[in-house]
């Protein structure tokens, strides 16, 4: 019914930037809140940035004037541009999205994950 489809990760040195997008596909009535996530190696998923379907914008402190989240609506894509990359952002990046399907039904979906690799 509904895929979301993450890219962009990749391996970067420390300092360096990347943007991961997220598509969602699939019967889709309503996007509402947009968001990506992380889990690195033996810890929770946590909750990096997210955006409301008015725009408004919360971020973990962790990435705080690093990390900005964006939305096309008409594209059905959010972007989680990083920049000032540190080892400690290493994880793999999940998008998350409320969605409302044909059926009027809302749901949330995940996407599969990307992986984000930062070398000091």
């Known amino acids: 019914q509904v895929q979301l489809v993450e890219s962009g990760g990749g391996l970067v040195q420390a300092g360096g930037s990347l943007r991961l997008s997220c598509v969602a596909s699939?019967?889709?009535?309503?996007?509402?809140?947009m968001g990506w996530y992380r889990q690195a190696p033996g810890l929770q998923r946590e909750l990096v940035a997210s955006?409301?379907?008015?725009?408004?914008?919360e971020y973990a402190d962790s990435v705080k004037g690093r990390f900005t989240i964006s939305r096309d609506n008409a594209k059905r894509t959010v972007y989680l541009q990083m920049e000032s990359l540190k080892p400690e952002d290493t994880a793999v990046y999940y998008c998350?999205?409320?969605?409302?399907?044909?059926?009027?039904?809302?749901?949330?979906?995940w996407g599969q994950g990307t992986q984000v690799t930062v070398s000091s």
């Open positions: 955006i409301t379907s008015g725009g408004g914008t």
């Open positions: 699939g019967s889709i009535v309503n996007i509402g809140s």
């Open positions: 998350k999205c409320r969605i409302t399907i044909f059926t009027r039904q809302q749901n949330t979906y």
